[in-house]
Structure formats: structure tokens, C-alpha cells
């Protein structure tokens, strides 16, 4: 998901981003608000994100809780990377909510990101 996300210029890995997400997702951001579907998300992942910057994952930080009959729910942090400079200097947190479907593919429901500040190691 991530590797699709920071490559998402490309309208292919665009739409493979989108395949891992439900299409009534719901995404809680801290700062930009809610977006109550899949296409809603794009839209913003298109207009602020494609081109101007990727996330990387801060090592240590995944952590996964299995929900019992559902799926799971991961917790962890990420960087915000410029892509003209390279530089890192954005952070946040996130959770996702995963739901495993019926055929055993994963598919996100909710999506919170949080805490959004500058990177102190930036």
C-alpha cells in the first residue's frame, strides 16, 4: 500500500492503490477532515499528495491487533518526504482498520491519521 501511495503520479499505481481500499472508507485527518468514500480519498490523495510528497513507515513503530471474526487493526507512524528535496520533516500517526473478506483478500475500512507535526530528527 505504501509503495503504490508513494508512487501515485502514476495513475496505474494510483488505482493500485486504490484496489486495497473499501469502497465506503471512511478517513479521519486531523487536519483536512473526513472523507466518507473511497473516491472522495482519491480525490484528495490526487490533488495534495501525488507529485509532491511520500510516507515512510518509522521502523519499530507497526503494530498489528488481530479482531476476532473481522480482521485487524494496525497502528503505527510515518514521515512525510518532499519529493523535490528528499527531505523528511513532516510526522504523523496512523491506525487502519483491515477487514479480511470472505476470498481472503484484505481490504481498509477506516483510516485514521493524527498528531500531524514536524519531524524533530528532520
Known amino acids: ?8 503520479a502514476d495513475p496505474a499505481q494510483l ?7 473499501d469502497p465506503a472508507v471512511e478517513f479521519y485527518h486531523d487536519t483536512g477532515g473526513v472523507t466518507w468514500t ?10 495534495y ?9 518509522v ?15 494496525a497502528q503505527g507512524q510515518h514521515r512525510f518526504c518532499q519529493t523535490g528535496t ?6 504523523t500517526a496512523f491506525t487502519i482498520v483491515w477487514q479480511r473478506l470472505h476470498d481472503g483478500q484484505w481490504r481498509i ?3 485514521l491519521s ?9
Open 86 to 91: 528528499g527531505r523528511c520533516e513532516g510526522l
Open 38 to 47: 473511497r473516491e472522495a480519498m482519491l480525490a484528495n490523495t490526487r490533488r
Open 1 to 8: 500500500m505504501f509503495d503504490a501511495f508513494n508512487r501515485c
Open 15 to 21: 488505482e493500485r492503490h486504490a484496489s486495497w481500499f
Open 109 to 111: 475500512t477506516r483510516v
Open 49 to 57: 499528495v501525488c507529485g509532491h510528497f511520500t510516507r515512510e513507515l
Open 114 to 122: 493524527y498528531g500531524h507535526r514536524a519531524n524533530p530528527g528532520a
Open 59 to 73: 521502523p519499530g513503530t507497526l503494530v498489528v491487533h488481530p479482531v476476532r471474526d473481522f480482521g485487524a487493526i
